[in-house]
């Protein structure tokens, strides 16, 4: 949903997101407004993105006065779904003047009160990948007559482990990570194939094709050194998030007006990655990060947004709008 705030004669126009998705995980915070749907809470702090924005909202709409025109994306599927790219691909840029757009993300790393934002790298590229050992299963008791994929998958996951310290570049970002292995029903049988997934997470796309054509390499050597093969799938997900040096320094000084400027952090990029990558695309803007204090970790069961940091966010969004309709 865009909701659409515009004031004056001007043509220019800012979008402010907010990603209202939750994730599959059930709460286990003791607070009145805990999840009441097993399996489903807002583990990442997108209720208060939500939230905040509402606030700005309100308060532009009823209180404020400036030239220009204020879009307010609520986006869905941030995790994993690739929610912006749907609303781009249903012509978010098309139907609304949007020249430069901007994103703010709870962050349990900072104190409420503070602000991160720096130019660069703000969140990295994420993608999936997904390995079938295709063996030849049998009895255990006979392991010579059959092709048992499971050292075979434990060879492959020990070479995943050397691409980063020995294919990509010491100064190049990157994260591989195998997640998951499944193989195997009983304790006498060797299993016909066994299964491996993960994340790759890179600073650069460049870097994204160099360790996926790697990983397709290894898994198909290895299987047919052993007589086994591969069936390797590499799922790009979304792009690194990457602030242009502008608009980022715009962002921090707004919130140098709202917290002082002692309270605005730098922010050296995160491996988690980010679909308003996709918006970063399209047009200028900068993500960034809301002081969470000292609350749980990001996708934990028991995170919770901080509420003190409601209206030093909506702030933050009302004074970005009056300054960019004001340059």
Not at 64 to 81: M, T, Y
Not at 119 to 147: C, D
Not at 264 to 290: C, K, N
């Amino acid at each position: 949903m865009v909701g659409v705030i515009r004031k004056g004669t001007a043509r220019r126009g800012i979008g402010l997101r907010a990603d209202m998705d939750a994730l599959p995980v059930t709460e286990t915070n003791d607070v009145p407004h805990v999840s009441t749907t097993p399996g489903a809470m807002h583990a990442c702090g997108h209720d208060g993105h939500t939230t905040m924005l509402l606030a700005a909202a309100e308060h532009l709409a009823l209180r404020c006065e400036f030239d220009g025109a204020v879009h307010l994306i609520f986006q869905p599927a941030e995790e994993g779904n690739a929610g912006a790219r749907a609303m781009i691909e249903d012509g978010l840029f098309d139907r609304f003047t949007i020249d430069e757009v901007y994103a703010l993300h709870s962050w349990p790393g900072l104190d409420v009160g503070q602000f991160g934002v720096g130019p660069g790298l703000a969140m990295g590229s994420s993608n999936r990948f997904y390995l079938t050992v295709n063996g030849r299963g049998g009895h255990a008791a006979m392991p010579h007559l059959n092709v048992d994929p499971i050292p075979i998958a434990a060879e492959i996951v020990q070479a995943f482990q050397t691409i980063v310290s020995r294919t990509v570049s010491p100064t190049e970002p990157a994260v591989v990570s195998v997640t998951t292995i499944n193989g195997g029903e009983t304790t006498n049988a060797i299993p016909s194939n066994c299964t491996l997934s993960g994340t790759v997470r890179t600073a650069t796309e460049s870097a994204i094709e160099q360790i996926s054509d790697r990983m397709r390499q290894i898994s198909e050597q290895v299987c047919r050194a052993h007589g086994a093969e591969a069936d390797f799938r590499f799922v790009r997900t979304y792009p690194p998030t990457i602030n242009p040096p502008a608009q980022a320094e715009f962002a921090r000084t707004v919130m140098a007006s709202v917290v002082g400027e002692d309270q605005v952090l730098g922010h050296e990029g995160a491996m988690t990655g980010e679909d308003f990558s996709f918006m970063l695309q399209q047009r200028p803007g900068a993500y960034a990060f809301i002081g969470n204090g000292g609350r749980a970790a990001l996708h934990s069961s028991n995170y919770d947004f901080n509420d003190d940091a409601t209206a030093i966010g909506a702030t933050f969004w009302v004074r970005l709008v009056e300054q960019f309709c004001a340059r």
